[in-house]
């Protein structure tokens, strides 16, 4: 089957990113990232104290901080992306809503 240069092969629009977006999408990776630094800070603090390498610090802190760190390293960063996700469909859901509306 032979297509000529003309005929496109997908009929899609171009891609043209909303600067907005971007920079919320920036943010929201900006704050994950920085959440992760936290939670591997947590971890080894936490580790530190539980190895008795702070002495004032008794051993059971430092579990609750070891504890605290993975949840911060790996439940924190889904439930926030997760939320930025549903906020975005939630967005494009009601500006469709309004563009059937207008065209109605």
Same mark, same amino acid.
């Given at each position: 089957?032979n297509?000529?240069?003309?005929?496109?092969?997908? =009929?899609?629009? =171009? +891609?043209?990113p909303?600067?907005e977006?971007?920079?919320?999408?920036?943010? /929201?990776? *900006?704050?994950?990232?920085?959440?992760?630094?936290?939670?591997?800070?947590?971890?080894? #603090?936490? #580790? *530190?104290?539980?190895?008795? @390498?702070?002495?004032? /610090?008794?051993?059971?802190?430092? +579990?609750?901080?070891?504890?605290?760190? #993975?949840?911060?390293? &790996?439940?924190?960063? /889904? &439930?926030?992306?997760?939320? +930025?996700? @549903?906020?975005?469909?939630? =967005?494009?859901a009601?500006?469709?809503?309004? =563009?059937?509306?207008?065209?109605?």
């Amino acid at each position: 089957m032979n297509q000529s240069i003309d005929d496109p092969v997908d =009929e899609q629009p =171009e +891609y043209i990113p909303d600067p907005e977006k971007e920079k919320q999408a920036k943010a /929201v990776h *900006f704050a994950v990232s920085l959440i992760r630094l936290l939670g591997v800070v947590l971890v080894m #603090l936490g #580790l *530190f104290i539980a190895m008795d @390498r702070l002495p004032p /610090v008794p051993a059971p802190v430092g +579990y609750a901080l070891v504890i605290l760190g #993975l949840v911060q390293l &790996w439940a924190m960063p /889904v &439930w926030i992306i997760r939320k +930025y996700i @549903r906020a975005r469909v939630a =967005e494009e859901a009601i500006a469709k809503a309004a =563009e059937n509306r207008d065209v109605s």
